[in-house]
Structures are given as structure tokens and as C-alpha cells.
């Protein structure tokens, strides 16, 4: 593995909390075939998920392998319902490798909703662990589920703990004894604003979160065969343009409940005291290659959801020219990707490529800035972005060997040139566009003289274009 991807997996370490990732296929795993069946909830008219206590109907399930790779094992024990905030799907970790690794997992579809549930088991060389996947009871009673049929692990893997990089990732289904011929039940009330080629969203209405801000709650249904992701964009609270958050992982044949967040900060200081009228724009992405798939027109709601609303069967466009397979929109910018590439999300806010050659890397780490930062943190920030990103190629305390500049739409650059024995092995550039923040670490695996590597990253760099009128970068000095 290269030293760009221990980089990225140790930064989605980090920020990562239940975001999607992408499955990969495996060594002889088992994957049961789910038999739920999902049907609509009988009254339309209502918003809020059903909150009646979970049933004591308790299945069971037979002990199952659903990873074995000859190193690396994880079975299914059993189902154990004693605690009273979590029920818990035993396992058995082994670890037959000399490697100290974590068995882990946020993202799970039980009887086909998709929610945040808990495996984390960390296991030392040559031993065995027993721990649990944690599904918990405030889920279960929030999404209306009274027992449990089946469950399926959507983002599972192994994690190096020594060398910070995953060593595989896997997808599992597990039956229970009650699983045959279940009907869940799922209420899919709302305002349906988009409805095409299988994937269904509605809006359900103003919630509050934790915090008691309030949040706009929308119902995904992707009754497709790919995972998607789906984003907001252009977002406006009663007329002022404001910034607001939706990431919705939709699994493939799953449903999913999320939300459209903002800043409490916004809000206060555009003397929003309530939420009347949102406005905003979706787009969705493959959640593996993070093509753009489409992006919809305006959609605007109000507080509560119509109920005869037209769905939105025509507002989505396909990607343009500028998001086609030959380039990944990120942030502002249009970055240039070779067809033949390999995309991946690596956790929120990083995007891991590998060129054609299999010996180049390049790894993109996006931030937002937020909309009350002092002059001062806007300043800081993306500095400090820059020395954690040196720091995870080079090590702690150390520093790069050389500098060099290029340029990005017009504006000069700084770049930490990082070098070993056989050549250069890393080009890092950090800047601004007064809205995000970008890191490009481009990594090379092989050896190669200076200039020649150099060359190809100013090829990439000279690529990458906006669809901005106008956007000032600033590069971290």
C-alpha cells in the first residue's frame, strides 16, 4: 500500500461517523438473500415515524461465517436482547495475521432501512475476540421496527491498526428465524419531490435535532442495484441564502430517513427564528466512482408538506460535460480524471484516485469553511490542513525536502515536494477558494526523475477548471 492511502484511511479514521463506503468484493463471503418485504404505511397522511415500543417477537439466527479469507475470519453467534439500549448481534473476531487490526462497521439496513448501528472490535495478531454489532432500540422504535428479520452490514472492513490503512472491505446479510414471509412496514408519508428511474424522495416535514435547531426530514427510497449518494446544493432559508448540509447514503434496495441541517450560527444571524421556506437543489453521485448521475432543478418547501404534490419526474439532468466521466466535480472545482481511473470515497470529505498506471495516487481532501469563522481561523485552517497532510507522508515533526509552485486557474501555488532515495515519491498543495479548502497529495509508488513526475502533476493541475464565474484562490503560504 502506498503511503497516500495510510494517509487517507488515518483521516477518515478521524472524521468518519457513520458515512457510507463503498463494498468490495471479497473472499467467500456469505450473504444471506433478504426476504423482507417492504410495504407503505397505511396513512399517508402522517410525517412522523412511528414510535411504538419494540415487540417481543425475538428471532434468532444460526451461527454464520459471513467473512473468512484464510487470515482474517468474523462469525455470527447469536442475537442476544438483554440490554435494555441496544440489541446485540454476538460475533467472533480472528485475527490469524501478525498485524493488530480492528473489525468495523457503521452502516447497517435492518429489515431495509438503513441506520447507524455499532461493530468495533479490535483483535491482536494470532488471537480471538468476541464482541457484538450494537443496533440500537431508539432506532428500531424511531423507523417503526418491532422485531428484527434480517440485517445487512453495508459498510463493513478490516482496519490495520499499525499502518493506519483498511486491508478490505465487505458486505454481509444475516436471516433471522422469523424472517420468512415478514412484512415490514415503512411509512413513507411526505411531499414527494423527486421521483424517476427508481430512486424516491420525500419531504417529511420540520423536525428538531439534539440541539433543538431545526432540521428539514426527508424520506430516500433507491430501489436500484447501485449505491448512491445524494447531496443538497444552493440552499436558502426564507429567502437568505444560508449554508445547509444533507449527505443521504442510499443503499441499493434500502430506504433511508436523513435530514437537511444548518448553522445555528446562520440562522441567528439572518434573524431566522423560525424555518417557513427552504429552497434548494439535489444531486446524486455513484457512491463508488462519484460520477454525477444528476442534479435537479430548484425545489422549494415549506413548513409542512403538501400533500398533493406533483412529483419532480423531470427536473433531474443528466451530469454535463463538466461532470462527465472524464472529470470529478469537488467543491467549486472540476478536477481532470483518466477514464480508466479508479474512484473512491475514502471518508467524508476525501476522494482517492488511482491513475491507470496503478502507481500513481492522488488524494483530495475537501473542507468547508463555516460561515462564522474570524479572519484569524480562516487564515489558520487551511495551514494546519497542510501540515497534518505533510506530516501523514513524512512523519511527525519532520518536513519535505524541496518547494516548488504551479498554477491553478491563473493563481500560483505552493507545493511540498517529498522525496526518498529512488526519486520523488509526493507533490502536496494546499489553497482556498474562500468557501473550501483543498489538499492534492499526488503520490507516486514507482521512482521516476523529478521532472518527469512533476510534469504530470502540472498536467493535473493545469486541468482542473469551475463552472464559477469567478473564484478567487488562495494558496497556503
Known sequence: MKKVIAFLLCLCLVLSGCGASTAETQPEATEATPTTVATEAPTESETEAPTETVAAEEGTI???????????????KEIDYSDDYSIKIKVLAENNSDKNVSFTGTQFSVNGITMCCGLHENVVPGKKSNGSID??????????IKSIATVKAQDAYIYNKDDKKTITRFQFSLETSISDGYVQE???????????DGI????????????????LSFYVENSTDSDINIFSDDVSVNGFMIYGSMVANAYAGCVTYDELSFLSSDLEE??????????????????????RLWTTDEITVGRVPQKDATPNTEAATPATEAQNEDTIKIGNLIFPVD???TIKEAGEGLTDITLPDGNTYIGIYVRQFSGDESDIMRTFKPKTQHSACVEALVGNNAAATDHTTCKILGATIN????????GLTGIIGTFDDGEYIYTIIYAFSGTGSASSHGEQFAEFANGITTEKESLEITSVK
Request: zero cysteines.
Open 62 to 76: 444460526a451461527e454464520t461465517v459471513v467473512y473468512d479469507d484464510g487470515t482474517f475470519k468474523l462469525t455470527a
Open 135 to 144: 443496533i440500537p432500540r431508539e432506532n428500531l422504535e424511531k423507523y417503526g
Open 186 to 196: 415503512i411509512d413513507k408519508s411526505g411531499q414527494t419531490i423527486y421521483d424517476k
Open 200 to 215: 424516491i424522495i420525500k419531504y417529511r416535514g420540520i423536525e428538531t435535532d439534539w440541539t433543538d435547531n431545526e432540521i
Open 270 to 291: 439572518n434573524d431566522i427564528d423560525s424555518i417557513e421556506e427552504v429552497s434548494f437543489s439535489l444531486h446524486a453521485s455513484d457512491s463508488e466512482t462519484k460520477k
Open 339 to 341: 477514464k480508466d481511473s
Open 415 to 422: 507545493l511540498d515536494l517529498v522525496a526518498s532515495s529512488g
